[in-house]
């Protein structure tokens, strides 16, 4: 059974940075593409950022480029979500998912094409 467990949100003012942690309990977490997803009120679940199974390649929402850096720890089986020049329209629900192919070439986009999910953390920037 697959358990990822985010960390890391809180409450942060506009400009600020946090970084989350996704924890993932799979064994072969390293066949894995990961991404990281997030959700507002009343809004779609939309890609934010997904890092490859090797780490070689990476993709970001436009909205989120050159702020955001996604990375993963492929020995301790953790991805990571380092948010810099947080701006309001960031507040939403951060999910870190698992792509359901090992070893797929490129990033996908759709929440369809992932199959494992955790709980959530909130990030809240204020203005």
């Known amino acids: 059974q697959v358990q990822l467990v985010e960390s890391g949100g809180g409450l942060v003012q506009a400009g600020g940075s946090l970084r989350l942690s996704c924890a993932a309990s799979?064994?072969?977490?390293?066949?894995?593409?990961m991404g990281w997803f997030r959700q507002a009120p009343g809004k779609e679940r939309g890609f934010v950022a997904g890092?490859?199974?090797?780490?070689?390649?990476?993709e970001y929402a436009d909205s989120v480029k050159g702020r955001f850096t996604i990375s993963r720890d492929n020995v301790n089986h953790v991805v990571y979500l380092q948010m810099n020049n947080l701006k309001p329209e960031d507040t939403a629900t951060y999910y870190c998912?698992?792509?359901?192919?090992?070893?797929?070439?490129?990033?996908?986009?759709?929440?369809?094409?992932?199959?494992?999910w955790g709980q959530g953390t909130q990030v809240t920037v204020s203005s």
């Open positions: 998912a698992k792509d359901r192919q090992e070893f797929r070439g490129g990033i996908r986009l759709s929440p369809a094409e992932y199959d494992d």
């Open positions: 799979v064994r072969t977490f390293s066949n894995y593409n």
């Open positions: 890092v490859g199974w090797s780490s070689r390649e990476s």
